[in-house]
Structure formats: C-alpha cells, structure tokens
C-alpha cells in the first residue's frame, strides 16, 4: 500500500530565510510525487510533481523540491519565503505499479512566514 | 478553459438529513474524484468516477455514495447526516493519465452538519 507522512504539522519561517516542508512516501516501486498548496476557503492548487528524470524539479511560486530515493523522501524548499507563501501544503504520492489508484494525500504541513 | 466547479459552495443541514452535492470537471476529463478534508484528517479519499463507473472507493459507510453521469458530471450523496461529516468536499478531475498535473481541485463545498 501506498502512503505519505508529513511529520511536521507546523512550519514557522522569516520571511526572506529559506524554507523546507518534508515529506516522504512508501510505495513499493518508483513512485510519482506531487505538492499541492491550498489557501483559506480554496481547493488545492498544483505546485510541481516528479515522474521520473532529474530528482530537482521546479515548480510554481520558486518552489522546488528534491526526490530522494534512498530516503524515500520529496522536501519541498524555497530559497527565500515570502509571507504570501503562507498556507496549508499537501504532498501526494502515487505508485504506478498499483493500476488506477487515487492519490495519497499526506496530513499537511501549514506554513506560517513572519514578517 | 473552465476549472472545476463545486456547488455549492457552503452547506448548513440538520443532522439526519440528507446532502446532494455537485461537481463539474474541466471539459475532456473523464476522471472525478472526491475527498473530505477534516483539520485532524487530512485528506481521506471517498471515491472516484471514470465514465459513469466507480473505478475506486475510499473506506468510508454506505452513507456515501456518488454517481457520475454522461457529461462527466459527478455528484455525490450523503444520507443521514452525522456530525461528523462536517468537512470540506473536495472534488478533482483528471484526464486519462495523471502525469500532467496530477489532479486539478475545485474550491470545494463546506459542509456543515448541526
């Protein structure tokens, strides 16, 4: 079965300083990655996704994330944050192995950058 | 091209009654899919719709159920309404494959049960 944990409920950061939201992921083979953002009162918004190739992708916003494999691990990182990336981030995971599963959302991770 | 559209956007029902709530996806997609979003749970999937047929389903009571017409239209259904199902429903399309974009989301339909 597939799954994502998103250890940190909460993320705190300056505005400016750089930020990172972890997630990782178990799926039985290679997996196919994704980050979504949600604002207040909004559905969920695509940011970046990995499928295969490079492990950095860049994605909207400036963010970026790396695809780890020997950690099972796919961080979402911003070089600088901005109080406007405020919001709640979602990491998704599905195995293509698995036939026409659904994604797999993790818990979220709410990033607050202070001003 | 026209996202995904959710009515309606906010709900008030009274528990024991029932709730129909509606999802439109983009133009080409034959995929929907619904999630409830609670703050404690995330996001649980419910089920998802592929021309007219449930391709999966989420582990939630017969409580819940949806159906998906010609259109790609979806709508799913929740009867005797608890407490409990006061969440955001979150409705996603997707074309054949989810290499693009993954899902794209609706703004969701806010439910709350009292």
């Known amino acids: 079965a597939q799954s994502v944990a998103q250890p940190e409920d909460q993320v705190n950061v300056a505005e400016g300083n750089p930020l990172t939201v972890k997630c990782t992921y178990s799926v039985s083979g290679n997996p196919y990655l994704f980050w979504y953002v949600q604002y207040p009162n909004r559905g969920l918004q695509f940011l970046l996704k990995y499928i295969t190739g490079d492990n950095l992708v860049k994605g909207s916003y400036g963010f970026e994330a790396e695809f780890n494999k020997s950690q099972t691990s796919f961080h979402l990182?911003?070089?600088?944050?901005?109080?406007?990336?405020?919001?709640?981030y979602f990491?998704?995971?599905?195995?293509?192995n698995s036939g026409n599963t659904p994604l797999v959302f993790g818990k979220g991770t709410r990033l607050s950058v202070i001003a | 091209?026209?996202?995904?559209?959710?009515?309606?956007?906010?709900?008030?029902?009274?528990?024991?009654?029932?709730v129909t709530l509606s999802c439109s996806p983009i133009s080409g997609h034959r995929s929907v899919s619904w999630y409830q979003q609670t703050p404690g749970q995330g996001l649980q999937f419910l089920f998802e719709y592929f021309s007219e047929t449930q391709r999966n389903k989420g582990n939630f009571p017969g409580r819940f159920s949806g159906r998906?017409?010609?259109?790609?239209?979806?709508?799913m259904n929740v009867s005797?309404?608890?407490l409990?199902?006061?969440?955001?429903?979150?409705?996603?399309?997707?074309?054949?494959?989810?290499?693009?974009?993954?899902?794209?989301?609706?703004?969701?339909?806010?439910?709350?049960?009292?």
Do not use: H, M
């Open chain 1, 91 to 96: 990491c998704a995971v599905r195995d293509p």
């Open chain 2, 80 to 82: 005797t309404l608890e």
């Open chain 2, 1 to 18: 091209k026209a996202g995904v559209t959710q009515t309606p956007r906010y709900l008030i029902k009274t528990r024991g009654q029932q």
């Open chain 1, 77 to 88: 990182k911003k070089p600088s944050a901005l109080v406007s990336d405020s919001a709640l």
């Open chain 2, 84 to 114: 409990g199902d006061s969440a955001l429903y979150l409705c996603a399309s997707s074309g054949d494959t989810l290499l693009n974009y993954g899902y794209t989301f609706g703004s969701g339909t806010r439910l709350t049960v009292v």
């Open chain 2, 68 to 75: 998906q017409f010609s259109n790609s239209r979806s709508e």
